[in-house]
């Protein structure tokens, strides 16, 4: 509660995570997370130690972050770092493997 004895229901239910959104952002917010890790750990893996040598895959030639088709942003990916990510249905998996790849996917869209 507040000093005056009143509370702010939207922070409370926030907090409680029953505003709308607020698990669904926290999810977002974990999927994030796991494919920051995902590209980090393949840019070490090939030699690119710092976020910035990582971000110039993606940038043009000024250093500005380039628009570009899923595919291509893919292809670099796989091309780059060797982290293969695919939009299309993946050969049979285990189904969780495959649903943290179709939201992995679904995030970047």
């Known amino acids: 509660t507040n000093d005056d ?21 926290e999810h977002w917010n ?36 380039q628009k570009m088709p899923l595919e291509h942003f893919l292809n670099i990916c796989q091309d780059q770092l060797g982290l293969v990510l695919s939009v299309q249905d993946p050969p049979i998996k285990k189904e969780e493997e495959q649903q943290n790849n179709e939201e992995l996917i679904s995030f970047l869209r």
């Open 5 to 25: 004895g009143t509370i702010d229901a939207m922070h409370l239910l926030h907090d409680l995570k029953l505003w709308p959104g607020v698990l669904e952002q």
């Open 30 to 65: 974990i999927m994030a997370d796991t494919f920051r890790d995902l590209l980090i750990n393949a840019a070490q893996e090939h030699g690119l130690n710092t976020k910035e040598a990582l971000c110039t895959l993606f940038a043009d030639e000024e250093g500005r972050p």
